[in-house]
Nanobody, 129 residues
Framework: QVQLVESGGGLVQPGGSLRLSCVVS????????IGWFRQAPGKGREGVSC????????????YYEDSVKGRFSISRDDAASTVYLQMIDLKPEDTGVYYC??????????????????WGQGTQVTVSS
């Protein structure tokens, strides 16, 4: 059974930091592109950051949505079946539910076109003073 379990969300002040984790099971992480998506209140789900599968012609590729470039960093630890999203200098507009996602595809297809096979249940991030 495929599972993606996010953790690490919470309430943080503007300028603060959080690190989200996504632990996967039921499939071999090495072969999957993993992404983090954000859904703000009243809005659709958008790709924030994606990282290519380690066993892939595109290994090492990453994608960042323009508003998070320089502030968010995605990384993966395939041995631990975990993908991370380090977020610094958080802003109120970063508020939303953050979902982890997986698919055997490119980062452009996943983050740019929301092509996803598996979703996690989401973790809430609230940036507010």
């Amino acid at each position: 059974q495929v599972q993606l379990v996010e953790s690490g969300g919470g309430l943080v002040q503007p300028g603060g930091s959080l690190r989200l984790s996504c632990v996967v099971s039921g499939f071999t992480l090495d072969y999957y592109t993993i992404g983090w998506f954000r859904q703000a209140p009243g809005k659709g789900r958008e790709g924030v950051s994606c990282v290519s599968a380690s066993i892939s012609p595109y290994a090492g590729s990453t994608y960042y949505e323009d508003s998070v470039k320089g502030r968010f960093s995605i990384s993966r630890d395939d041995a631990a079946s975990t993908v991370y999203l380090q977020m610094i200098d958080l802003k109120p507009e970063d508020t939303g539910v953050y979902y982890c996602a997986a698919r055997r595809t490119t980062v452009q297809a996943m983050c740019g076109m929301n092509m996803v096979d598996y979703w996690g249940q989401g973790t809430q991030v609230t940036v507010s003073s």
